[in-house]
C-alpha cells in the first residue's frame, strides 16, 4: 500500500470537550442538555449569549455602518463623485468574496446613481445600465496580474478616465500603488479585512481590523465591510431626500451570505446574523443570475444553507477567476436579463467542470509524488510541477493538508512564473514560514496564518526554498502538533439519535467557521449490515445497533476500498455527524461517519 494511503487512514486521535457544567446555562430552562453542551463547546456559556446566539435579531445585532471612523468620509466623497458625474471603478478581487462584494458596490451605486437622476427629473437609465453609468469595474486575471492592485492597472484606469477607486477585498497592502493613483489625480477608498502592513495606503479605509478602528465587529467578510459601506450610502441616501425603497439593503443579503461562508470568516457575532438574514434572502433571491446559478447547479428544488453556499455556489464563482475570468461571475451576478443570465450560468458550469477535471489531475500527479516518499518524516510536505495552474495550486494544497495532516506548500508555473499556495493547521504560521525561509527567493508573499500565496523570482529558487522550509518546520513543529485530531462535541447513545437531537442541532446552524457542525461519539456500537454503494464502489454504508439492539443507518462517502471493511458482529466505535437521509419520499436518521474504530 502506497505511503500517502497510509497517512490517509491514520487513525485519528479523538478529543473530546470538557464537560458542561451542571449548573451551567440553568436558566435556560428550554435547552436540553445536548443544546448545552453543544452552546458550552462554542464559548455560549451566559444566557444573553444563548439569547443572541439562538434567534438573531436585525434590529438588536447589527451594527451601526457609521461606527466606522472613515465611514462618513467615504460616504460623502462617493456621493461628490456620483452627483459630478465622475467615473468611480470598482476594483475588486478574483475570489468569490471580491466578486460579491463588488457586486454589492457597483449594484449599490448605480441604483444610487438612478435615484440622483430621477430627483433630478433626468431620464431614467433604461437597459444596459454600465454603458450609461459613471460606475464602471475592473478585476485582474489571476494568473496574468496577479493580486491586489497593481501598478500597470494605474495607468489603466488613468486612461479609462476613472477618477476614483474602490477596491474591494485588496488594496490596504498597496501602498505605492495608491500612491501612484493620487498622481494621476485619482483618489481611492479601501474596502478590505486582509492582514496590512507596518505602513497604510493614504486614502480612504474601511477595514474592521485596523489599529484603533471603533468598529466593534472585527471579522467580517469582504464582502461584509462591502455592505456596510452599502447600507450608509443607502442611509445618506434617505437623509438627502433620495426615493430609496426602505429594505433595499437587505436584498444584498444574498451576497454577503456567499462570502461570508467561502472566506471562512467566523460565524459568530454579526457574521452569524449576516449569514443567518442572508440564507433566507438567497433562499429566494431576485437576482437573475444567481437563480441561474442554483439552477445550473442542480439546486433550485433544494433549500440553500451553508454547505449549499461553501460547496456547490462557491466553487462556481470561484471556477471564473481560477479557469478563465472572474468579470464572467461578476457579470452573472450583475445581470439583469434572464437570457444572459441563462447563458452566463452555463459558461460558469462549464468553467466549473474544468476545474474539477484539471484539479483531479493535480491530485493524481501529487499523490503519485508522494507515493515515493516516507511522508511520516517530513513534517512540512512541499509539491511543484511545471503544468500545475497557480490558479488550483491553493486546492491542491488544502487537499493534501487534509490526506497527510501536515501543512502543505504547492507550487505550479505559468508564462515563466513560479506561483505557489500554502495551506497549514493554527499551529504553524505557513505565511511567516514561507516569507522567513523565501528571503529574497520570492517576489511578493502574502495571506495570514492558514492560507498564504507566494511567486519566486526564478525557478532556481525552488530547491533552496524547499529545502529552507523543511528546516523551518523543523524547527517550530512538535510530532504532537501533526497528530490528526478529531475534535468531539459529546458522547451520545445511539438511542439519542432522534429527531430531537436532530431539531436541537438545527437550531445551531448556519453551521461554519468558529461554529462547525457538531460532531458525536458512540461506543460499542454492534455490525449488522457493511456493503459498498456508489457507481465506483465508493461510498461505505452501515446498519449498527446500539446494546440495547435500536438500529441505526450509517454511511461514510468516498473511503478507499480497503478502509473499514467491517463484517456482522464487529463492535465499533463511531464518530459522526447526525444528519437526515431523503430518498423516494421517506426521511430517516442517519449517521454521517467521519471516523471508525474497531474495538474488542
Same mark, same amino acid.
Given at each position: 500500500m ?11 486521535? =479523538? ?18 442538555? @445536548?443544546?448545552?453542551q453543544?452552546?458550552w ?13 439562538l ?7 447589527v451594527h ?8 462618513r468620509?467615504? @460616504? ?5 463623485? /456620483?452627483?459630478? +458625474? ?12 471580491g ?7 457597483i449594484?449599490t451605486l448605480?441604483?444610487?446613481e438612478k435615484r440622483?437622476?430621477?430627483?433630478r427629473g433626468?431620464?431614467?437609465?433604461? #437597459?444596459?445600465?454600465?454603458e450609461?453609468?459613471?460606475?464602471d469595474f ?7 496580474? #496577479?493580486? #491586489?492592485?497593481?501598478?500597470?492597472t494605474?495607468q489603466?484606469l488613468?486612461?479609462r478616465?476613472?477618477?476614483?477607486i474602490? &477596491?474591494?477585498d485588496? $488594496?490596504?497592502a ?14 481611492t ?10 505602513e497604510?495606503?493614504? !486614502? &480612504? ?17 469582504a464582502? #461584509? /465591510? ?5 447600507? *450608509? ?5 434617505r437623509v438627502r +431626500? ?8 437587505? =436584498?444584498?443579503?444574498?451576497l ?5 461562508v ?20 438567497l ?6 443570475g ?16 451553508a ?6 455556489? $462557491?466553487?462556481r464563482?470561484n ?6 475570468h472572474a468579470s464572467l ?5 450583475l445581470?439583469?436579463?434572464?437570457e ?18 484539471? &484539479?483531479?489531475r ?6 503519485r ?11 512540512? %510536505?512541499?509539491? =511543484?510541477?511545471?503544468?500545475w495552474?497557480?490558479?488550483?495550486? !491553493? ?6 493538508m487534509e ?5 502543505? %506548500?504547492?507550487? $505550479?508555473?505559468?508564462?515563466?512564473a ?16 514561507v516569507?522567513?525561509? $523565501? ?5 511578493? /508573499? ?5 492560507a ?8 532556481d ?8 522550509l523543511?528546516e523551518?518546520a ?5 510530532p ?7 475534535a468531539?462535541d ?9 429527531r ?17 457542525r457538531p460532531?458525536? *461519539? ?9 456493503d ?18 435500536l438500529?441505526v443507518?450509517?454511511v ?12 456482522? +458482529?464487529? /463492535? ?6 447526525l444528519d437526515?437521509?431523503?430518498w ?10 467521519l471516523?471508525?474504530?474497531? %474495538?474488542?
Amino acid at each position: 500500500m502506497h505511503r500517502a494511503r497510509i497517512m490517509r487512514v491514520m487513525q485519528r486521535t =479523538w478529543k473530546y470537550a470538557p464537560t458542561c457544567p451542571a449548573d451551567a446555562l440553568a436558566e435556560t430552562a428550554d435547552l436540553s442538555p @445536548v443544546s448545552r453542551q453543544l452552546l458550552w463547546n462554542r464559548g455560549i456559556c451566559l444566557s444573553e449569549d444563548v439569547q443572541r446566539f439562538l434567534s438573531p435579531s436585525w434590529e438588536e445585532h447589527v451594527h451601526d455602518p457609521f461606527a466606522f471612523r472613515d465611514m462618513r468620509v467615504a @460616504v460623502e466623497k462617493l456621493f461628490s463623485f /456620483v452627483e459630478a +458625474g465622475q467615473r468611480i471603478t470598482v476594483h475588486g478581487d478574483y475570489d468569490a468574496d471580491g466578486v460579491t462584494g463588488s457586486t454589492v458596490l457597483i449594484s449599490t451605486l448605480r441604483e444610487l446613481e438612478k435615484r440622483l437622476r430621477m430627483k433630478r427629473g433626468e431620464t431614467q437609465i433604461v #437597459g444596459g445600465e454600465s454603458e450609461v453609468s459613471c460606475v464602471d469595474f475592473y478585476i485582474p486575471h489571476r494568473d496574468k496580474e #496577479g493580486y #491586489g492592485l497593481r501598478t500597470a492597472t494605474i495607468q489603466i484606469l488613468a486612461d479609462r478616465g476613472t477618477k476614483l477607486i474602490v &477596491t474591494v477585498d485588496c $488594496g490596504i497592502a498597496c501602498v505605492e500603488e495608491i500612491a501612484l493613483a493620487k498622481t494621476h489625480g485619482i483618489e481611492t477608498i479601501v474596502v478590505d479585512h486582509h492582514q496590512f502592513g507596518e505602513e497604510l495606503p493614504k !486614502g &480612504t479605509l474601511i477595514h474592521p481590523g485596523l489599529d484603533g478602528e471603533t468598529y466593534p465587529h472585527k471579522t467580517l467578510a469582504a464582502v #461584509g /465591510v462591502a455592505f456596510k459601506l452599502a447600507c *450608509a450610502l443607502m442611509t445618506e441616501a434617505r437623509v438627502r +431626500g433620495l426615493d430609496v425603497p426602505v429594505g433595499f439593503e437587505k =436584498w444584498l443579503l444574498d451576497l454577503v451570505s456567499i462570502a461570508t461562508v467561502t472566506d471562512m470568516v467566523p460565524l459568530l457575532g454579526e457574521n452569524r446574523v449576516l449569514e443567518h438574514f442572508g440564507l433566507k434572502v438567497l433562499n429566494k433571491t431576485r437576482r437573475p443570475g444567481l437563480r441561474a446559478l442554483i439552477v445550473a447547479a442542480g439546486l433550485e428544488d433544494k433549500v440553500l444553507d451553508a454547505e449549499s453556499v461553501g460547496f456547490t455556489i $462557491g466553487p462556481r464563482l470561484n471556477a471564473a477567476g481560477r479557469m478563465e475570468h472572474a468579470s464572467l461571475a461578476l457579470n452573472l451576478l450583475l445581470s439583469s436579463n434572464e437570457e444572459e443570465a441563462t447563458r452566463l450560468a452555463q459558461e460558469l458550469e462549464a468553467c466549473n467542470r474544468r476545474r474539477q477535471d484539471a &484539479t483531479r489531475r493535480m491530485m493524481e500527479e501529487a499523490e503519485r509524488q508522494l507515493a515515493e516518499r516516507d511522508i511520516s518524516l517530513e513534517k512540512i %510536505v512541499i509539491l =511543484w510541477h511545471e503544468e500545475w495552474s497557480p490558479s488550483l495550486v !491553493g486546492l491542491i494544497a488544502g487537499k493534501m493538508m487534509e490526506k497527510t495532516t501536515r501543512p502543505v %506548500v504547492v507550487v $505550479g508555473h505559468h508564462a515563466g512564473a513560479w506561483i505557489g499556495s500554502g495551506r497549514s493547521m493554527a499551529a504553524y504560521d505557513i505565511t511567516s514560514a514561507v516569507r522567513e525561509a $523565501g528571503g529574497e527567493l520570492l517576489a511578493r /508573499v502574502g495571506g495570514h496564518v492558514q492560507a498564504c500565496g507566494f511567486a519566486l523570482k526564478d525557478q532556481d529558487g525552488l530547491l533552496p526554498l524547499a529545502d529552507r522550509l523543511r528546516e523551518h518546520a523543523s524547527a517550530h513543529l512538535s510530532p504532537e502538533d501533526l497528530s490528526p485530531v478529531l475534535a468531539i462535541d459529546l458522547e451520545l447513545p445511539l438511542e439519542d439519535c432522534s429527531r430531537a437531537t436532530l431539531d436541537a442541532i438545527v437550531r445551531l446552524a448556519p453551521f461554519g467557521q468558529a461554529n462547525p457542525r457538531p460532531v458525536f *461519539a458512540s461506543r460499542r456500537a454492534l455490525v449488522q449490515k457493511c456493503d459498498r454503494m456508489g457507481a465506483r464502489q465508493q461510498h461505505l454504508r452501515l446498519q449498527v445497533a446500539s446494546p440495547s439492539g435500536l438500529p441505526v443507518k450509517a454511511v461514510a462517502f468516498n473511503v478507499p476500498i480497503d478502509q473499514w471493511n467491517f463484517v456482522r +458482529g464487529n /463492535v465499533v466505535d463511531l464518530a459522526y455527524h447526525l444528519d437526515v437521509n431523503e430518498w423516494n419520499g421517506r426521511s430517516e436518521i442517519q449517521l454521517k461517519l467521519l471516523d471508525v474504530k474497531e %474495538v474488542a
